[in-house]
């Protein structure tokens, strides 16, 4: 897996999360940092230094790039040249106020245009022990592929929850009323739509050696996907980001934008 760290410098939470990540991967990591002009140059190789001496405990051959220009654009710019498998970067915003509001931050961005899936470094930065995949019930192989493939880069005992979110705003057709209240094992045992869906989920990671626990919560889907990232004290969110057509994609979008605004914890951004 060839991985991408984009970053600015402190706290350089994008490259420690790099390091946990880009320890067992077949190729070394490239880590880019995106200046405005030529200026500033020097301080951009410092960045590098330093984000080159966290790495090197962890992961050799480190790869260094600066690129010139908005950091956004230069960082999917990157993302796509270089054919990467997973871009990381760190949730900082962006100086000026209009950017900000119409646009959003780098990382936003970043997750919306790069061609791989992306990490959203944010918060303490901890080795991963415990994930949280959040399955909406679309592209389910996509989440469990990407999964299987993060754990097996990160290696040791990884402990993940797949949660699913009943809520009355996206029960589908087949969904009734007594299950947006049911439990987990309830859900399963009357072969409900969501029962399905978290045992094909539980089946496929099965397949790939990885043993996850099923989890339903009741209740709007962003607020009860941070309620249980707190509760539990999960190291990594992985959610899913959905290409529909229309107001489909634009509401499914605000979700995850949601998620990656309001969670203290990393977001690994599937796609």
Excluded at 33 to 56: F, K, M, N, W, Y
Excluded at 116 to 123: D, E, L, R, T
Aim: charged share 25%; aromatic share 4%; proline share 6%.
């Amino acid at each position: 897996m060839h991985v991408l760290i984009a970053t600015s410098g402190p706290p350089y939470s994008d490259v420690r999360l790099g390091a946990e990540v880009a320890r067992c991967a077949d190729r070394p990591p490239m880590v880019l940092t995106v200046i405005g002009d030529e200026g500033e140059r020097p301080q951009a190789s410092a960045i590098l230094a330093h984000a080159c001496e966290l790495l090197s405990p962890q992961v050799q051959g480190v790869q260094t790039r600066i690129r010139v220009g908005h950091p956004a654009e230069e960082i999917v710019r990157e993302a796509e040249e270089g054919g990467y498998d997973l871009a990381i970067v760190a949730d900082k915003r962006d100086r000026g106020w209009v950017t900000r509001f119409f646009l959003g931050s780098t990382a936003q961005r970043v997750v919306e245009y790069a061609p791989c899936p992306v990490i959203v470094a944010k918060g303490e930065i901890s080795p991963i022990r415990r994930i949280l995949l959040c399955d909406s019930g679309a592209d389910s192989s996509v989440l469990v592929s990407h999964i299987a493939q993060l754990v097996d880069l990160i290696g040791g005992e990884i402990d993940v929850t797949v949660l699913h979110v009943m809520s009355q705003m996206s029960a589908g057709p087949g969904v009734v009323g007594k299950q947006l209240r049911a439990s987990t094992e309830e859900l399963v045992q009357q072969d409900s739509p969501e029962g399905e869906l978290l045992l094909r989920d539980i089946h496929m990671l099965d397949d790939l050696n990885v043993h996850p626990r099923p989890k339903v919560r009741h209740g709007l889907v962003v607020e009860e996907v941070l309620a249980e990232a707190r509760s539990q004290d999960y190291d990594l969110i992985v959610i899913g980001a959905h290409r529909g057509e229309g107001w489909h994609r634009i509401l499914l979008d605000d979700l995850a934008r949601q998620i990656i605004q309001k969670t203290g914890r990393p977001v690994f951004v599937a796609k």
